[in-house]
């Protein structure tokens, strides 16, 4: 059981198979130091230790009678996004704390078929809103690598847990960033595939034309092994893509001789730290010694996506929001004195001030009257930013970049900012406004913290990203990197 803790899940996967542990042993040790760590780090809401001791060992019966799965046994941690039957599902929300699901994710229930563990669920910015995690109704989640910083968001509670060696993997959702954000701030791989990859069905809508989820993960040999649990096609996502699902562990050794990487010159430019811009030049050069051919590109309406985004996301969570009303969905307040004082103040009791925000912004943007001027202009701007990425691929394979301009941030530091706030996003979402897919990876530290790079392939490429990411980590070492105080 030596350091069973710091193994990738393609580790764990063998060893299981292999006998050497059982899931029973696997699950016990995270849970274990679950109950370590996270008063101190604040990433789960809710751990399911029951069921996951009974997962495990059903899993074990499984892996006996040879017919394991190479997710068989292997705890995750799954955001507490996706809806998880009988199991509390919130948000993170106060307007959903007393909610249990009484239906499974198409995500969450892909992962139970292929025997994998649900250590927990993990914390994470309310109703997905926002980069720090300090958005939670339960409280801000604290980043390993430096406890006095944030996590990034709104993933902080999985990346948080996956870094600190509290679960080997876990799952994410990325609307503007959610993914890849954190996981650069943690020094984690996470994906966010081509919209429509990996099915929505059974989790909660932020902005259902921007939302995707994807894996967090130490490799981009075990964030394959993730996809092919979560993609496919869902007859109850009616936005999921019926197309084939190739094996993504198949090409991940592929030589990238010759690969055409795009580097964007908007991502370069003065909004960007020059530690994180340094770090970003040692891992194109690596590239480049890797074989790849790198050349600079231009996506022009760069500066548009995030003002354009604070449209489109407000417009669509204000309409998915409109739910939670004490009625069909959420928290009741006490003692109503008719129907308007019950919608009032249900929804102002339930939602935390970032939601309020959003809500207003998009209520406001959709009026009439100001629709034309706001949500179709943004509409009209989110085409032109699609084609600044369809017009780079025309002549590269791959475009790289930083993920987000700088490491984490101190905890409090941009919380009554929210524009700073928003910039955190400045690089990853125009990629949710194009729905392409994107991968962060750890490229290296600044000041000790962790610093990542954007891979953005084109649709439906994500086998060709894993594989650009594996060759630069079986290159280096940056991915394997354990906080101190976690090893
Ligand atoms: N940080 C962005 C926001 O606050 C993106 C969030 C996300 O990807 N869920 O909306």
Known sequence: MTAMHTKTIAQLSAALHRGEVSSVELTTLFLERIKAHNPTLNCFITMTEAQALAAAAAADRRLKAGDGAPLTGVPIAHKDIFCTAGVKTTCASKMLDNFIAPYESTCTAKFIEAGAVMLGKTNMDEFAMGSSNETSYYGAVKNPWDLERVPGGSSGGSVSAVAARLAPAATGTDTGGSIRQPAALCGLTGLKPTYGRVSRFGMIAFASSLDQAGPITYSAEDAALLMNVMAGFDERDSTSVDCEVPDYSANLDNSIEGLKIGLPKEYFDGGLDDRVARVIDAAVKEYEALGAVVKEISLSNTALAVPTYYVVAPAECSTNLSRFDGVRFGHRCDDPQDLFDLYTRSRGEGFGAEVKRRIMIGTYVLSAGYYDAYYLKAQKIRRLISDDFRTAFETV????????????????????????????????????????????????????????????????????????????????DWHLQVPTAFK
């Open 397 to 476: 394979d791959v475009i790289m970049g930083p993920t987000a301009p700088t490491t984490a941030f101190k905890l409090g530091e941009k919380a009554d900012d929210p524009v700073t706030m928003y910039l955190s996003d400045i690089y990853t979402i125009a990629v949710n406004m194009a729905g392409l897919p994107a991968a962060s990876i750890p490229a290296g530290f600044a000041d000790g913290l962790p610093v990542g790079l954007q891979l953005i392939g084109n649709y439906f490429d994500e086998s060709r990203l894993l594989n650009v990411a594996h060759k630069y980590q079986q290159a280096t």
